[in-house]
């Protein structure tokens, strides 16, 4: 397995950067794994009791975020939907037709008055938490996976 589970003050630095970023204060009782791509994962406490020297793992757990070469954090969908809850700002709610057109991919166009300054931000529609893309001149651009979009835009 590539990687490594992280030590309690990486994990610390993690928390600071969300509740920097979003308002997180909440506590994530988690296992985190982080991937040669600075990718972070989320597993249940007990997977650390297992042996893992003979397993060959490309992946394991929950695709949390991943930290940027700034220190920024991009959640991903399911990251958004654990820390959007309790988040305190940088959360943009949007209606339907904009929901629609960031599930199928597309960027959005927002005012800039309601998010002052640039960095991700975490999108909302009603009480569902969609995912967090980066917002920078009016637009928040889209960074879902192609494989985890919807189909075509009809």
């Known amino acids: 397995m590539q990687g490594k589970f992280l030590a309690k003050k990486e994990i610390r630095r993690i928390l600071e950067q969300l509740e920097k970023q979003w308002g997180f204060t909440s506590e994530l009782d988690y296992l985190f794994f982080c991937n040669n791509k600075n990718r972070i994962s989320l597993m249940n406490r007990d997977f650390g009791q297992l042996d893992l020297a003979k397993l060959r793992l490309n992946s394991v757990g929950l695709y949390f975020c991943e930290v940027m070469e700034n220190g920024e954090i991009r959640l991903s969908i399911e990251g958004s939907q654990l820390v959007g809850p309790t988040a305190t700002k940088n959360v943009i709610s949007v209606d339907f037709d904009s929901a629609r057109k960031w599930m199928y991919g597309q960027d959005l166009e927002i005012g800039s008055e309601s998010i002052p300054e640039t960095g991700f931000v ?3 529609h009603d009480d569902f938490f969609i995912g967090c893309g980066r917002f920078k001149n009016g637009i928040i651009s889209n960074h879902v ?9 009809s």
């Not at 996976?145 to 835009?153: D, E, F, H, W």
Request: glycine share 8%.
């Open 122 to 124: 975490i999108l909302k």
């Open 145 to 153: 996976s192609k494989n985890r979009r919807i189909g075509t835009l």
